[in-house]
């Protein structure tokens, strides 16, 4: 049995599968998912799991280099932009990118997954860029 605290199959498999500059999404329960972008979907029901908690597992598994979130985020101010603040202070996250939401939905399009949560608040979603450990 695995070490780490990802246990989901198709989300450890996809970030085994990671190469540097490949994108992956975690997105609110409303965010939409382009066709020919694989979803992975995590969401049981509202909050369930929340955006916080499932970046934090995929931080655990995933090296980033850079993220992006939808610049709205910084209007709502949903209580997971405190942590993500955190995050990005903590070199956790590499470098912050703002796009407009609209932006945000068409850069999903270049994703290898998107991770559906339970997340419930507006413009929870961030595009992970992956980096490399060397």
Do not use: W
Request: aromatic content about 2%; some cysteine; charged content about 20%.
């Amino acid at each position: 049995m695995k070490k780490t605290p990802l246990l989901n199959i198709a989300l450890s498999r996809l970030i085994a599968s990671l190469g540097h500059g490949d994108i992956l999404v975690i997105g609110d329960a409303g965010l939409p998912v382009p066709p020919g972008v694989e979803l992975i979907d995590l969401a049981l029901t509202q909050g369930i799991p929340d955006f916080i908690s499932t970046l934090r597992i995929v931080l655990s598994e995933m090296q980033v280099e850079s993220h992006v979130l939808a610049e709205e985020i910084l209007l709502k101010q949903p209580p997971a932009l405190v942590e993500l603040n955190a995050l990005t202070e903590q070199a956790a996250l590499g470098e912050r990118r703002l796009l407009s939401h609209e932006q945000f939905k068409q850069l999903s399009r270049n994703a290898r997954a998107v991770v559906r949560t339970g997340e419930c608040q507006p413009y929870c979603n961030i595009a992970l860029v992956s980096g490399v450990t060397f």
